[in-house]
């Protein structure tokens, strides 16, 4: 386990690696000169071209390249143009947020798929079969913009419910402030997931095993959490990990209109005023969290079907 473990973080090197040029070379691709962005209204011919030497514009643009990859292995991710302090201590006060949002925006998906999923497969064919498909497929259409926006108006403007900005202070108060973000997100995602796991438990309720159980007459919650649910979960694992990026799509789109200080609203605002070291930094910190959930997933895979061997 640890070998296999050892040699995927080996692994994901080389694609952090190739993240980082692509992402590199884009970025460079914004509209903008950063430098202008940065002086604003004081930007004068003297004054650019002063910044583009402090900051290596200038340079060719493989030059920049090789710098700033010299400068990561140092763990050096460089200078905010915009903030004026380093890349590293902006992203490390905001990524926080951004994970606690992203997994309670992944338990709250599980907590409602795992339930009208189960509900939707015992009951196929049926009414409530029929009533959560249509729910959850046109669940699926809604945008997460649209979506945040309905539930911060009916739960929050008007109820007055849940907080409709801010980020809280003290878990309870986070937890609360975070509840409307991670809702919108997970009702994004859990269409997919009731999908796979009502399919996945059809399948299984219709083995030879699960008859044998019922004819063994073990009580239906031990069938259903013995032998069907966990048999059923790894195609739902399957799903979930695929659709991480997804996730985190959604967590930058969801900062935004929350008004919340994560990575995904860090994201967007140095996207506008071009600032280069902090996107760099940003989306290989999602792409490291996505290559995280990946090999979580073959761990989990392993631990829920013994049939399954970690092979590296």
Do not use: C, K
């Not at 040029?21 to 509209?31: S, Y």
């Not at 031990?222 to 959604?250: A, E, H, K």
């Not at 280069?276 to 792409?287: D, E, N």
Request: net charge positive.
């Amino acid at each position: 386990m640890r070998r296999y473990i050892g040699l995927r973080l080996l692994q994901m090197i080389p694609v952090l690696v190739g993240v980082s040029t692509v992402v590199f070379l884009l970025v460079r691709l914004i509209p903008g000169d950063p430098a202008t962005s940065m002086l604003g209204s004081r930007a004068t011919s003297e004054l650019v071209a002063r910044v583009h030497q402090q900051f290596g514009l200038d340079l060719p643009i493989w030059s920049q390249y090789f710098d700033y990859l010299g400068n990561v292995v140092r763990g050096n991710f460089g200078q905010s143009f915009f903030y004026q302090t380093s890349v590293s201590s902006i992203v490390q006060a905001r990524i926080l947020l951004t994970l606690q949002l992203i997994g309670y925006a992944a338990l709250l998906s599980l907590l409602i798929a795992l339930p009208f999923a189960t509900w939707a497969a015992l009951r196929r064919g049926g009414i409530a079969d029929r009533i959560i498909r249509v729910f959850f497929a046109a669940s699926l259409g809604m945008p997460s913009f649209w979506l945040g926006i309905m539930l911060t108006l009916y739960l929050s403007v008007r109820s007055r419910i849940f907080p409709s900005t801010g980020a809280g202070v003290g878990f309870q108060d986070r937890l609360w402030h975070l509840t409307l973000p991670a809702l919108t997100i997970a009702i994004s995602i859990t269409p997919l997931l009731v999908r796979s796991l009502r399919s996945s438990m059809i399948e299984v309720v219709a083995s030879d095993f699960v008859t044998t159980g019922r004819a063994a007459g073990l009580r239906p919650g031990q069938l259903l959490l013995s032998y069907i649910l966990r048999n059923s979960l790894l195609p739902l694992i399957t799903v979930f990990s695929i659709n991480v990026g997804w996730l985190i799509g959604g967590t930058v789109i969801v900062e935004q209109l929350f008004g919340l200080p994560g990575l995904g609203s860090l994201l967007i605002t140095s996207i506008t005023t071009r600032d280069y070291g902090i996107i760099q930094l940003v989306t290989l910190v999602f792409a490291l969290i996505v290559l995280i959930v990946n090999l979580l997933t073959d761990l989990a895979y392993a631990a829920l079907d013994p049939r399954v061997s970690l092979v590296s």
